[in-house]
């Protein structure tokens, strides 16, 4: 199965549909006036698209057992045709699509399994997905321009030539896959007062965000945030939350980070671990929800 344990939790909701078209109008009658011999189509159809949404992943091969929330069965009977409406939510990392269309499918074979005895016209039509909520692409409003980025690996060790800097790459390499542009790339040492001249340089150029990544531990040169509150606006208690919950959710040492995230003016900073895996997992925990802070800034502009 696709590795989906970089991904966050949400809400995800998806509607699903099937058609079910008779051969004649007595068919639909016998449905809704319960005549049908093998019994009430469309109770025993419902009770079939509920337990197959929750076996969705014993059904398909690459899905994900899921914790179903929520599943509803809906019926619009027509002329000719019954459309079936199967809505399912749940509050998991991945979307809950396939378990909609199963669900309907099944629901559409129990409707001919029973009406196939008095009518051979029967027939299923347009499976599809109808609508789908929380995934990436619905939590961001993405901002009407393209965000400028710098990023700012703070290490003795790398600055001094005798290590290769590989969270950097990996904060410039997501960040462009997100449609950021990193414009600069920066290697400093561990040093106070450097950090906040590249901070106030960086403002000065009106970059929108700046990444550091290191210095965020607990040995005495780690000195990165306590550089970076003492020059910013704010902070943004929210954003320094998502990272550490989902840091602690796949290593007990995550709690030990002293990750940060603030504002100077319009620019947004950030101050994420050293380490490759940490910051890998820092931009996964907040990206891409993150590039809303964008799009409301451009609101107050404009207010």
């Known amino acids: 199965m696709v590795n989906i ?29 319960k005549t049908v011999p093998k019994g009430d189509v469309l109770e025993c159809a419902r009770v079939a698209g509920l337990f197959a949404a929750k076996r969705t992943a014993d059904m398909i091969p690459d899905c994900h057992p899921l914790p179903i929330e929520y599943t509803s069965v ?11 409406l199967v809505e399912i939510h749940t509050i998991y990392k991945t979307g809950v699509e396939v378990e909609a269309m199963h669900s309907a499918s099944v ?8 009406l196939k005895p008095i009518d051979k016209g029967v027939s299923i039509e347009q499976i599809k997905l ?50 950021v542009q990193v414009i600069e790339k920066e290697i400093i ?23 550091f990544t290191g210095g965020t531990g607990l040995s005495p040169r780690d000195v990165t945030p306590d550089a970076l509150e003492e020059i910013l606006d704010r902070r943004i208690p929210g954003i320094e939350e998502a990272i550490r919950s989902y840091g602690q959710q796949r290593t007990p ?25 940490g910051a890998s997992e820092t931009i996964d925990a907040v990206f891409p929800a993150f590039l809303h802070v964008f799009k409301v800034l451009e609101g107050q502009r404009h207010e």
């Open 253 to 277: 040492f995550a709690m030990l980070s002293r990750s940060l995230a603030g504002q100077l003016g319009d620019m947004m900073v950030l101050a994420v671990p050293g380490s490759t895996k």
């Open 74 to 84: 809906s019926y619009e009977v027509k002329e000719m045709e019954v459309k079936i």
């Open 5 to 33: 344990t970089p991904k966050s939790t949400t809400l995800r909701k998806a509607i699903a549909q099937a058609i079910v078209k008779v051969s004649h109008s007595e068919t639909i009658q016998a449905i809704q006036e």
């Open 107 to 114: 629901v559409a074979l129990t409707m001919y399994d029973m």
């Open 189 to 211: 040492p561990d040093d106070f007062d450097l950090i906040q001249k590249q901070v106030r340089s960086y403002h000065e150029k009106n970059l929108d965000l700046v990444i």
């Open 130 to 179: 109808v609508e789908k909520t929380g995934g990436k692409s619905d939590r961001i409003g993405k901002p009407g321009r393209v965000i400028q980025a710098a990023v700012v690996v703070c290490s003795d060790t790398i600055s001094a030539g005798k290590g290769k800097d590989e969270a950097g790459e990996v904060i410039r390499q997501k960040l462009t896959d997100l449609g």
